[in-house]
């Protein structure tokens, strides 16, 4: 041989599929001109794959000097639907692999093929008595162990030989031949069976495609159609190349599937031929070219799948006004054509990496026409759809809390964990900080300290003191209305957060853990503070709100929010004190609060997208 059959190997097919074996002899029987095939299995044990015994017989012309000629030289081959390296696959999983050939009604050719292959190592020999076919007999499987026992189970092989030569069977039952492939297994002392044959290969139709891919080649696609019981859905999208078949599950996505029906799509040209990698795996095009075909494949898909199943049409009509009303801000960027069929993942993305593009142009551009001034306002609209979503979808995570969620947990909903927010730093930060689920006007904030020491934020407005270290830490300290550095008064915010399932005695601490933080506060502060904010969140319950009942008034609220203010006294020589307003609110009251907020919001925009 010409070509190092080891090394070979290796090469050409170093990620191949057991399965393989069975689709290279069925292919070279085809190619010798065989219509009666025949597999035999035998295995002693499923879990002991050195027992594994392969015979294939076929009735085709047999190993002629032709292609016993091209069979011991790789490469060699005079058209470009043959690799001419298929058999290497047989030496992946076996060391022994026995051919005997009829051919030309007299003659029997026999040889051993191997890693030590040589083409003068054959036997050759007349008979007499013998139809023309070939016998490939593998043993000594190498294998440690077989990635999946369906490859040896006749129903499995049955329909991925049916699949992997849908094209070439197709034509060989128009040209009138009776198939017949029948696969033996005989596994542990149980024997199966099954039989491939001219009933099993649909009787496709088909049409050619309109395609400016190519001004030479034509484009056509072979399908077929059929209502099944819904337990056997199937559907399989593919290329046809060189009498194989290259599935492409991107056409329609698993999720998109019709339920019900039988389905095959085969897109044949002779613009693939020679186009594949050498296992047979992957198109070996450019990627316009690869996605101006999957464009025109999905495309008549969809037109065919429309016209014969009518409720795909109201389906995809459906889905994508679901799109529409979850993703507001993207519509008239979803492509239509994949609708339906596409995965929702991959629509979105799309759809999302063009809305980025438009804006990257927009931002990058020095001045702005008429029509991207235009395009400008619609831009921002949209980005300001994008902000309301996340809003929401904040909304819906606090909806689905649970005692299970630590404090940590909730507080990261609200904003992110030991990180300080800065106001000329808000659009940067504005998916980190949720301080909107409190209420608007805090977006309006100077600073936010989240998940810090009381002596960092105290350390923030007074950098030129030395402070203590402090482990009584507050979940979210807002500093706002004022700019501490170059302001001598301004207003503050302290937020705690409960976890939920918690005892009264630990949810009322919040109230007492008030007074701690505002003396110490005003200690350094020396009354630039004028209000404190304090705001406890707790989930409420019988017990707590017949507690608070008493010293605390009921605010508005789509749920329930107690309020009192008081007077905390921060020195006695001279008596100062400090006007203190706390909420205690319950959690799902904000939640209640915030989405009613929000979805006002997400009405006023679907009504304007839609």
Same mark, same amino acid.
């Given at each position: 041989?010409? +070509?190092?059959?080891?090394?070979?190997?290796?090469?050409f097919?170093?990620?191949s599929?057991f399965e393989m074996?069975?689709?290279?002899? =069925?292919?070279n029987?085809?190619?010798?001109?065989? $219509?009666?095939?025949?597999?035999d299995i035998?295995a002693?044990?499923l879990?002991?794959?050195?027992?594994?015994?392969?015979t294939?017989?076929d009735?085709g012309i047999?190993?002629?000097d032709v292609?016993?000629?091209?069979?011991?030289?790789?490469?060699?081959v005079?058209?470009?639907?043959?690799?001419?390296?298929g058999r290497?696959?047989?030496l992946?999983?076996f060391?022994? &692999?026995?051919?005997?050939s009829? !051919?030309e009604?007299?003659?029997?050719r026999?040889?051993e093929? %191997?890693?030590?292959?040589?083409e003068?190592?054959?036997?050759?020999?007349?008979?007499?008595?013998?139809k023309?076919?070939?016998?490939?007999?593998?043993s000594?499987?190498?294998?440690?162990?077989?990635h999946?026992?369906?490859?040896?189970?006749?129903?499995y092989?049955k329909?991925?030989?049916?699949?992997e030569? !849908?094209?070439?069977?197709?034509?060989?039952?128009?040209?009138?031949?009776?198939?017949?492939i029948?696969? %033996?297994?005989?596994i542990?002392?149980?024997d199966?069976?099954?039989?491939?044959?001219?009933?099993?290969?649909?009787?496709?139709e088909?049409v050619?495609?309109?395609?400016?891919?190519?001004?030479?080649?034509?484009? !056509?696609l072979?399908?077929?159609?059929?209502?099944?019981d819904i337990?056997?859905?199937?559907l399989?999208?593919?290329?046809t190349?060189?009498?194989?078949?290259?599935?492409?599950?991107?056409i329609?996505?698993?999720e998109?599937?019709?339920?019900?029906?039988? =389905?095959?799509f085969?897109?044949?040209?002779?613009?693939?031929?020679?186009?594949?990698?050498?296992?047979?795996q992957k198109l070996?095009?450019?990627?316009?070219?690869?996605?101006?075909?999957?464009h025109?494949?999905?495309?008549?898909?969809a037109? $065919?799948?429309?016209?014969?199943?009518?409720n795909i049409?109201?389906?995809n009509k459906?889905v994508?006004?679901?799109?529409?009303?979850k993703?507001p801000?993207?519509s008239?960027?979803?492509?239509?054509?994949?609708?339906?069929y596409?995965?929702?993942t991959?629509?979105l993305?799309?759809?999302?990496?063009?809305?980025?593009?438009?804006?990257?142009?927009?931002?990058?551009?020095?001045?702005?026409t008429?029509?991207q001034y235009?395009?400008s306002?619609?831009?921002?609209?949209r980005?300001?759809t994008?902000?309301?979503l996340?809003r929401?979808?904040?909304?819906?995570?606090?909806k689905?809390?649970?005692?299970?969620n630590?404090?940590?947990e909730?507080?990261?909903?609200?904003?992110?964990?030991?990180?300080?927010?800065?106001n000329?730093?808000? +659009?940067?930060? =504005?998916?980190?900080?949720?301080?909107?689920?409190?209420?608007d006007k !805090?977006?309006?904030?100077?600073t936010?300290?989240?998940?810090?020491?009381?002596?960092e934020?105290?350390k923030?407005?007074?950098?030129?003191e %030395?402070?203590?270290?402090d482990?009584?830490?507050?979940?979210?300290?807002?500093?706002f209305?004022?700019?501490p550095?170059t302001?001598?008064?301004?207003?503050?915010? &302290?937020?705690?957060?409960?976890?939920?399932g918690?005892?009264l005695?630990e949810n009322m601490k919040?109230v007492?853990?008030?007074?701690?933080?505002a003396?110490?506060?005003?200690e350094?502060?020396k009354?630039? $503070?004028?209000?404190i904010?304090?705001?406890?969140?707790?989930?409420?319950?019988?017990?707590i709100?017949?507690?608070?009942?008493g010293?605390?008034?009921?605010?508005?609220?789509?749920?329930?929010?107690y309020?009192?203010?008081?007077? +905390?006294a921060?020195s006695?020589?001279p008596? +100062?004190?400090?006007?203190?307003?706390?909420?205690?609110w319950?959690?799902?009251?904000i939640i209640?609060d915030a989405?009613?907020?929000?979805?006002?919001?997400?009405?006023? =925009?679907k009504?304007?997208?839609?």
């Amino acid at each position: 041989m010409k +070509v190092k059959i080891g090394q070979a190997v290796k090469l050409f097919f170093g990620k191949s599929s057991f399965e393989m074996i069975f689709f290279e002899a =069925i292919a070279n029987a085809l190619d010798a001109d065989a $219509i009666d095939i025949s597999i035999d299995i035998r295995a002693e044990a499923l879990n002991q794959p050195n027992s594994i015994k392969i015979t294939i017989c076929d009735n085709g012309i047999g190993f002629t000097d032709v292609r016993y000629r091209k069979f011991s030289n790789l490469l060699d081959v005079d058209e470009n639907t043959h690799k001419g390296i298929g058999r290497l696959v047989y030496l992946c999983y076996f060391n022994n &692999i026995k051919i005997t050939s009829y !051919y030309e009604n007299n003659k029997l050719r026999e040889f051993e093929f %191997n890693e030590n292959f040589k083409e003068e190592d054959v036997k050759i020999s007349q008979v007499d008595g013998f139809k023309s076919g070939t016998k490939i007999i593998m043993s000594d499987c190498s294998l440690d162990r077989l990635h999946s026992y369906q490859y040896l189970q006749p129903n499995y092989l049955k329909k991925r030989i049916l699949e992997e030569f !849908y094209s070439q069977l197709f034509k060989l039952k128009q040209n009138k031949s009776n198939i017949k492939i029948t696969i %033996n297994s005989h596994i542990e002392d149980k024997d199966y069976n099954e039989e491939l044959n001219n009933n099993d290969i649909p009787d496709f139709e088909t049409v050619e495609l309109d395609s400016s891919i190519t001004l030479i080649d034509k484009f !056509y696609l072979h399908y077929f159609i059929k209502e099944v019981d819904i337990s056997e859905t199937t559907l399989i999208t593919a290329i046809t190349v060189e009498n194989r078949t290259l599935p492409n599950k991107e056409i329609i996505s698993e999720e998109n599937k019709p339920k019900g029906y039988f =389905i095959v799509f085969l897109l044949y040209s002779d613009f693939f031929n020679g186009k594949v990698d050498s296992a047979r795996q992957k198109l070996e095009i450019n990627e316009s070219e690869l996605q101006e075909i999957k464009h025109l494949f999905r495309k008549k898909v969809a037109s $065919i799948l429309e016209e014969q199943i009518p409720n795909i049409a109201q389906r995809n009509k459906e889905v994508k006004i679901n799109l529409v009303n979850k993703f507001p801000h993207l519509s008239g960027y979803f492509n239509t054509e994949t609708i339906g069929y596409a995965a929702k993942t991959d629509i979105l993305k799309n759809a999302q990496e063009q809305f980025f593009k438009d804006q990257k142009e927009l931002l990058e551009a020095t001045s702005l026409t008429d029509e991207q001034y235009k395009q400008s306002i619609e831009l921002s609209a949209r980005s300001l759809t994008e902000y309301i979503l996340f809003r929401q979808i904040t909304i819906e995570k606090l909806k689905k809390t649970t005692k299970e969620n630590s404090e940590y947990e909730l507080h990261n909903l609200f904003m992110t964990p030991k990180v300080q927010f800065n106001n000329k730093n808000m +659009v940067n930060d =504005i998916y980190s900080n949720n301080a909107w689920l409190l209420d608007d006007k !805090y977006m309006t904030y100077e600073t936010i300290l989240s998940d810090k020491e009381i002596g960092e934020l105290i350390k923030y407005i007074t950098s030129d003191e %030395n402070i203590e270290r402090d482990a009584d830490r507050p979940d979210m300290a807002l500093v706002f209305s004022n700019n501490p550095e170059t302001s001598n008064i301004f207003d503050l915010v &302290i937020v705690e957060i409960k976890k939920r399932g918690i005892s009264l005695e630990e949810n009322m601490k919040t109230v007492t853990q008030l007074e701690k933080r505002a003396r110490k506060l005003m200690e350094y502060y020396k009354n630039r $503070i004028q209000r404190i904010w304090y705001y406890g969140i707790i989930e409420f319950n019988e017990k707590i709100e017949l507690h608070l009942a008493g010293e605390y008034r009921e605010l508005y609220s789509l749920g329930k929010i107690y309020y009192k203010e008081t007077q +905390v006294a921060i020195s006695l020589s001279p008596k +100062v004190t400090l006007p203190i307003q706390i909420f205690i609110w319950d959690i799902d009251a904000i939640i209640k609060d915030a989405d009613a907020r929000n979805s006002a919001f997400l009405r006023l =925009i679907k009504s304007k997208f839609i």
